[in-house]
């Protein structure tokens, strides 16, 4: 089992996750709870998804998962970061 530190998609998302919350900084006080909140949120689950799908015993069942997972929070990221835009923040 490889470390999933040392998986490029994995340290593309970490950078992904350093990022939101550089960017989500700057939010307003008040999308502390909801925007905010999200964006940080759906940017770590990423990474998380790709780490547990490197640590799975029944590789092709998990990894399958974490993929299928993974899809359904880059289109939560993506709506979010659209939201985002829509305020301009």
Known sequence: MKDFKELKVWRKAYDLTLSIYAVTRGFPKEE????????????????????????????????????????GRRA?????CYSHMICAY
């Open 76 to 80: 939560n990221l993506n709506i979010t």
């Open 32 to 71: 502390l709870c909801g925007l905010t909140s999200q964006l940080r949120r759906s940017a770590a689950s990423v990474g998380a998804n790709i780490a547990e799908g490197a640590a799975a015993d029944d590789r092709t069942e998990k990894c399958a998962d974490s993929c299928t997972s993974l899809t």
